[in-house]
């Protein structure tokens, strides 16, 4: 039978604490982004992407954004993704880029409630 003595249970806790610090330190808090930032991150991403395209493609965006539109997304983002800023679509381009953006960032894991596109008296979209 083994008798644990306890120089023995020192060691073995020591080289427990040794390990557990060494991954823990492998697991720099600072380097990877919070849930708010990584999202904030996706939405500035696809919104280059995709704000460009709805501004040169002929396909179903050939209204464009609205100087509005972009400078009230910018602001959004410039906040860090964080203040309530409504990003109102009133023109069909608008709305489908609102709509691909909405789409892609739940499939990024967000939720609605993070996104900025809302208007104040509701979707009135101009043809």
Known sequence: MW???GLALAV???AL????AKAAGNQNPAASPSWSEKKCQLFTQYSSQYAGQAQDSGAKNTAGLSK???????????????????VCPTTPAE??????????????G??????PFLCD??????S
């Open 95 to 108: 709305l489908d880029y609102a709509n691909r953006i909405s789409l892609l960032m739940m499939n990024e």
């Open 121 to 126: 008296d509701g979707v009135k979209t101009r």
């Open 110 to 115: 967000a939720t609605g409630s993070f996104l």
């Open 3 to 5: 008798k644990i003595t």
């Open 12 to 14: 073995f806790a020591g």
């Open 68 to 86: 509005d539109f972009l400078k009230s997304q910018d602001e959004f983002i410039a906040s860090g993704c964080v203040a309530r800023i409504h």
């Open 17 to 20: 604490t040794a390990g557990q």
